[in-house]
C-alpha cells in the first residue's frame, strides 16, 4: 500500500510545478466511535433457567453498550506548508454537500488555511 502512495506521489509533483504545490491542500473527516450501538442479541439476563426475556421485567436485564453510540467526526487540512488544527464537528449534525461547502470548509477550514499559507 505504500507503494501506491509514492506513485501517486509522484504523479502529483510531476502533474504540477513546483511553485504550485504549496497551493495544494487536502483535507479529511474521520468518525471516531466511543462504543458500538447496542445489540439486544449479547444483552445478559440473571433470571431461572427455563425464563424468556420477554417475561423478566427491565430492572433485571443487564445491558452492556448504550442504544446508540457516542461519536465524533473532526476534520484536517494539509499541504506541503503544514496543517491546520482538528476542527471538531458539532454532534448530531448530518455532514452533507451543503452542510462541508457552507459550514466546515467556508467558515473554519478556508480562514485556518488562509492563516497558514500567509503570503504564498
Not at 447496542?38 to 443487564?62: C, G, H, I
Request: proline share 4%.
Amino acid at each position: 500500500m505504500q507503494d501506491l502512495y509514492a506513485v501517486r506521489s509522484e504523479l502529483l509533483l510531476k502533474k504540477y510545478s513546483l511553485s504550485d504545490v504549496s497551493f495544494i491542500w487536502f483535507t479529511d473527516e474521520k468518525v471516531f466511535t466511543v462504543a458500538t450501538p447496542k445489540n439486544p442479541q449479547v444483552d445478559r439476563m440473571y433470571a431461572p433457567a427455563a425464563s424468556r426475556k420477554k417475561e423478566v421485567t427491565a430492572e433485571r436485564l443487564f445491558r452492556t453498550r448504550p442504544t446508540f453510540s457516542k461519536s465524533m467526526m473532526v476534520s484536517v487540512g494539509m499541504s506541503k506548508l503544514g496543517h491546520t488544527s482538528l476542527i471538531c464537528v458539532d454532534s448530531g449534525v448530518k455532514v452533507d454537500g451543503a452542510y462541508y461547502r457552507d459550514v466546515l470548509l467556508t467558515q473554519q477550514l478556508l480562514p485556518a488555511i488562509r492563516d497558514i499559507s500567509g503570503e504564498y
